[in-house]
Nanobody, 122 residues
């Protein structure tokens, strides 16, 4: 099991940007694809973006394409989500997880972290 700690959220105006970070414990981080997810108030958690083990392949849901960029630094055991042109509908708690597929399948053994709150004001 990998322990993950998300950070970097905050309150921004529409059009602003934030860089989210996810720090992982353990020596196996570089062996797994990673994903970012989010959960808006009153809504189900949704998969947002994925990055392959090497970082060479990425995937985004349509609503964030061109605005969000996922990246990773395996030497630092960290995955990032750079966001820009933020919209009020991006308001959510953002989480990272190990993923088994590039479409966001997670490992049942892992637990959700506390996440980091992103609030976008109009």
């Amino acid at each position: 099991q990998v322990q993950l700690v998300e950070s970097g959220g905050g309150l921004v105006q529409a059009g602003g940007s934030l860089r989210l970070s996810c720090a992982a414990s353990g020596r196996t981080f570089s062996s797994y694809a990673m994903g970012w997810f989010r959960q808006a108030p009153g809504k189900e958690r949704e998969f947002v973006a994925a990055i392959s083990v090497s970082g060479g392949n990425t995937y985004y849901i349509d609503s964030v394409k061109g605005r969000f960029t996922i990246s990773r630094d395996n030497a630092k055991n960290t995955v990032y989500l750079q966001t820009k042109s933020l919209k009020p509908e991006d308001t959510a708690v953002y989480y990272c997880r190990r993923i088994a597929t590039m479409t966001g399948t997670t490992y049942a053994i892992d637990r959700w972290g506390q996440g980091t709150q992103v609030t976008v004001s109009s």
